[in-house]
């Protein structure tokens, strides 16, 4: 398990990050969503040894991350950490022996990683001259090519086709069926709700929302959706507790004030006529994200 607990960072006045602290299980993945400045990346350059927090801990396993340790960990940056003049199949190579590797091994991981990220074709070329979406191929294939036990990304879907979407995610998958924890960020946030078992949302250092996808999901405002083909238009306007998000002909969607009661809502419905529709409408999570983010 890898545990972030308690890590606080400044700069000077600015409070980079606030009591940070959650978990990876093994074989989960957790997706670490927040605005650009909220503290992501400053807490996994932490949990990396890049900076050193002010205060609070990363550990692996119990015990608090050391050299040795950080070396079992596959980090993706969001900028490119690749040399530009390397050509591709050299420098996994060369990067899975500073991991550790004997060159035999980190030669026949690298290859086996570049078929498996669909790269084959550009294995001898210069990184610099590859496309946006074939240099993030290679740097997950860096992040991967030592057989890391944990996975740390940042933005690792940035700039990709959806072919190459697919591809990341089932690899991601495949590492945590092999019981790797997987931490990722990303503004996508239908990829983090799709892919994540539990998500952590950031704002201005602090976590402020975290659990699993459908926890959180139904932990958000009550909405209904009302289907009642007679009714008049603005049937429900002036409902109290109530705030009308879409009305189609025959068809409306409510949000519900905390204490209004469903129950009001289906009679107010029944007023008008038949019900053919009338049920509860989780939010997405980019609708949570909003109102989370923005609350004060």
């Known amino acids: 398990m890898l545990e972030v607990d308690g890590v606080c960072k400044r700069y000077g006045e600015v409070v980079a990050l606030a009591d940070m602290t959650f978990s990876v299980r093994a074989g989960e993945m957790f997706g670490f969503v927040g605005s650009n400045g909220a503290g992501k990346t400053t807490t996994m350059r932490i949990a990396l040894g890049v900076l050193a927090a002010d205060s609070g801990e990363v550990r692996w396993n119990g015990a608090p991350l050391d050299l040795r340790t950080r070396r079992r960990i596959g980090y993706m940056p969001e900028e490119r950490g690749l040399y530009p003049k390397m050509k591709v199949a050299d420098q996994l190579a060369y990067l899975g022996e500073l991991h550790g590797l004997s060159r035999k091994r980190a030669a026949r991981s690298a290859a086996e990683w570049i078929e498996r990220l669909g ?29 890391p036990e944990v996975l740390v990304l940042d933005e690792p879907f940035s700039g990709l086709d959806p072919v190459a ?53 139904a932990g958000g405002p009550v909405r209904l959706v009302v289907g009642a083909p007679d009714a008049d238009p603005g049937w429900a306007d002036g409902l109290p507790g109530v705030r009308v998000l879409t009305a189609e002909p025959g ?10 009661d469903d129950q009001d809502v289906l009679r107010a419905a029944l007023a008008t006529g038949a019900v053919r529709e009338f049920r509860r409408q989780q939010p997405e ?12």
């Open 251 to 260: 068809r409306t969607t409510l949000e519900l004030l905390d204490g209004t």
């Open 165 to 217: 979407v697919d591809v990341m995610s089932e690899v991601l998958r495949e590492r945590c069926a092999a019981g790797v924890p997987v931490v990722f960020s990303s503004h996508q946030l239908d990829l983090v709700q799709r892919l994540c078992d539990r998500v952590g949302i950031v704002r201005s250092g602090r976590m402020v929302a975290c659990g699993a996808v459908s926890e959180l999901r």
């Open 119 to 147: 790269l084959t074709a550009r294995r001898d070329e210069e990184v610099q001259k590859l496309s946006l979406g074939n240099q993030q191929r290679v740097q997950l294939a860096a992040a991967l090519v030592h057989e």
């Open 285 to 296: 999570l980019a609708e949570l994200f909003r109102d989370v983010v923005g609350s004060r």
